[in-house]
């Protein structure tokens, strides 16, 4: 391990990767950084590989270091060269004015990410609204959490993804994770689990993969994917059959239950088995536990959630958990496992579509007047929701859509679906901006590639999967010209001339503050100074002596009649299913070492020597039938196009089922193969579930 010498200098910051934001100690001075875990309230002194090597990219030779444009301004197949800030930030101010002037405002648009700061977040949604005066503004959070975020918001009134402390998670009976593998996506929240467990919890997992999650299980339960909202049907059905519906919770703390009750009404257990796959057996198995559990906990996570219809899944667990009364209930619940950094902090402070800062619907006179007057403009001059991620991005380049981009921490030529589409989409803009650390698949597009702060060089919080806003410090400089995204978006707004955008992170969380405050994600009652005290805080956080909000819901739910509501929600196939052409079902998901669409951890010579290569895993069946050995190479083909995997041939797959990692870009792209079906409720595209064929192209 490390050991601070002369003239370095420890820092207590947060990993820069996924939800959990395990606590680590830096240590700087000069370069390179070293770091080790903390003994952080989170992950009481965990990290995982990601965590380990994160140190790793701060010098990386492919590190930006100063402002890209285009050699020929008029021509994007041109070099990029290196420039100053000022002439970068000359063209990206003329951009803007031009595409105004020519096309209206809302032809400029934001695309934001769940890795920026509350801070960054929070004013790239003040830029848009303020400084462009653009309705056009979303993030790639919107393929992430939204599904789970708008069934959470439609029961309870309010979505904070586990409204209650990782600990309680320890101290469940039962626990139920439903798509959700944090044996890879999130290792140190393991020891929770690991640690109910051992006390004798039962732990389930629901999942169409064996995941490392699920070998630890004492159930694994392996559904078609696409089926979940079924199979929480059918487990409410045998729930309301054997008589363990809590009627007393129900009628105290609830609505709606009725149609509910009528609605499972069909789902009947061998029916359930047929659509599923699941057997009875373990149907009854699941509903028993939950409901003799003392504290009985339900987690879905993305495997339940990036579908067409994710909201009425996420709903329809929701559901069950009501109808057994979790929700509330000190030590149980259900919740919602964050995939990224700060996905929870990014979908409160207003870079959505349709949100202001402290999670306001920008449709409510209330919110735009007070936020209004937080920003110093007239209500009437904040702009009307604009459209979805997927459907912001679809209309690139088109009459009426976007047609000059700022793109912050967010490589959607990976991330998005159908994603050789957007490639294209993106190539038909006038002009687009990316500001990231590397040269991503989506900046190697731009016109503009501005060079941003990683982590460990910039100050701002972080709200994670608990809800727990904490401190994001800066343990040494950026190198060469690299500025930080709250800079980047002060001046830009200064050149447009907007004023009231700083470019320091504490002043802007201090506003941010303000903005939330009344709303459903208060901070009004953070600070720095207290953050910092407290190692972190729960939000709510309405004044500067309220303790913090731990457990939600614990007296009411957050609608104004104080119950959570049930909502009556059908089963439907997925968009795609097998056919004659596509005969197998596709899809995709986390490798332990690789994070999101890949830009950072494809880069880490650790991480990159424990998965150098995208592998779609395979059942043995399936891979006898077709004649595929292990490290083939096969192509993966579905109606939007095809992407090569070596092959791990595995039985933790059905044999029915194909998996394939989400982090490769390229001719290993698996979201050139997804379905951007949408949610109606949530606009979450079907991620999870296409159909595709399988052929062998060649050997190891
Ligand atoms: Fe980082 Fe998440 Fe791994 Fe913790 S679990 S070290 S936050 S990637």
Request: net charge negative; aromatic share 6%; hydrophobic share 40%.
């Amino acid at each position: 391990l490390p050991t601070p010498g002369v003239g370095t200098r420890t820092t207590e910051t947060h990993c820069p990767y996924c939800s959990l934001q395990c606590g680590i100690t830096m240590t700087a001075g000069d370069r390179p950084a070293t770091l080790v875990p903390a003994d952080f309230p989170v992950n009481r002194g965990g990290l995982c590989s990601k965590g380990w090597s994160a140190a790793e990219l701060l010098d990386h030779p492919e590190r930006l270091t100063r402002p890209l444009v285009r050699a020929d301004p008029a021509d994007r197949s041109s070099p990029l060269v290196e420039t100053s800030w000022d002439a970068a930030l000359d063209r990206v101010v003329a951009a803007i004015r031009r595409t105004q002037a020519e096309h209206g405002r809302d032809a400029v648009g934001c695309f934001g990410g769940g890795g920026l700061t509350n801070e960054q977040a929070y004013q790239f949604g003040k830029f848009a609204r303020v400084a462009l005066r653009t309705s056009a503004i979303d993030y790639n959070g919107r393929f992430c959490m939204s599904s789970a975020a708008g069934a959470a918001v439609r029961a309870f009134g309010l979505d904070r993804g586990m409204p209650f402390p990782l600990s309680d998670v320890a101290a469940a009976d039962v626990v139920v994770l439903v798509g959700s593998n944090p044996a890879d996506t999130m290792p140190p929240a393991m020891q929770y689990l690991d640690a109910g467990r051992a006390a004798g919890a039962e732990h389930i997992v629901v999942d169409p993969r064996r995941t490392n999650t699920a070998r630890h299980a004492d159930l694994h339960v392996q559904p078609l994917p696409g089926t979940d909202l079924a199979l929480a049907n059918g487990l409410l059905h045998i729930a309301l059959a054997e008589g363990l519906v809590d009627e007393d919770y129900v009628a105290a703390r609830t609505t709606g239950f009725d149609q509910v009750r009528a609605g499972v009404a069909g789902y009947w257990p061998d029916r359930v088995e047929r659509l599923t796959g699941v057997p009875v057996q373990q149907q009854r198995r699941i509903v028993f536990a939950l409901a003799r559990g003392k504290r009985s906990i339900v987690l879905t996570a993305r495997g339940a959630e990036q579908h067409r219809h994710g909201t009425d899944t996420a709903t329809a667990w929701i559901n069950l958990a009501l109808a057994l009364g979790l929700p509330g209930r000190p030590g149980s619940g259900w919740g919602t496992v964050t995939g990224q950094g700060n996905g929870q902090g990014g979908r409160e402070h207003g870079q959505k579509a349709d949100q202001l800062p402290g999670y306001r619907k920008i449709t409510d006179p209330a919110a735009r007047a007070h936020v209004a007057a937080v920003w110093g403009v007239d209500p009437e001059d904040i702009p009307g929701p604009g459209r979805s991620a997927f459907e912001l991005l679809d209309a690139l380049g088109t009459d009426g859509g976007v047609r000059t981009l700022l793109v912050l921490a967010s490589n959607v030529a990976v991330s998005a679906p159908d994603a050789r589409r957007m490639v294209s989409r993106l190539r038909d803009l006038d002009f687009l901006v990316v500001s990231d650390f590397f040269l991503s698949e989506t900046a190697e597009l731009a016109d503009v590639v501005l060079p941003s702060a990683m982590w460990a060089e910039e100050e701002g919080t972080m709200t994670n999967v608990e809800g727990r806003v904490i401190r994001r410090r800066r343990a040494l400089a950026p190198p060469g010209e690299v500025r930080d995204d709250l800079q980047l978006l002060a001046e830009l707004a200064e050149r447009l001339g907007a004023p009231g955008f700083s470019g320091d992170a504490e002043t802007v969380f201090t506003e941010l503050g303000r903005a939330s405050a009344g709303g459903v994600a208060d901070y009004a009652g953070l600070s720095y100074a207290r953050i910092d005290a407290e190692q972190g805080l729960f939000w709510p956080v309405p004044t500067a002596d309220h303790p913090g909000t731990p457990r939600l819901f614990t007296e009411r739910f957050a609608h104004p009649d104080g119950r959570a509501r049930f909502t009556r929600v059908e089963h439907v196939p997925a968009h795609e299913e097998p056919d004659a052409d596509y005969p197998y079902v596709l899809t995709t998901g986390r490798v332990l070492a690789h994070y999101q669409s890949g830009t950072q951890t494809r880069r880490s010579r650790s991480l990159q020597l424990v998965a150098p290569t995208a592998r779609a895993e395979l059942h043995p069946d399936l891979a006898r039938r077709l004649g595929i050995a292990a490290d083939d190479v096969v192509e993966l083909t579905t109606r939007r196009g095809r992407a090569r995997f070596h092959a791990t041939i595995t039985d933790a797959v059905r044999p029915d089922v194909v998996f394939a990692p989400f982090h490769w870009g390229g001719a290993s792209s698996a979201n050139a193969l997804t379905d951007p079906a949408l949610d109606p409720t949530s606009r979450m595209p079907a991620f999870k579930v296409c159909a595709v064929a399988v052929s062998r192209v060649g050997g190891p």
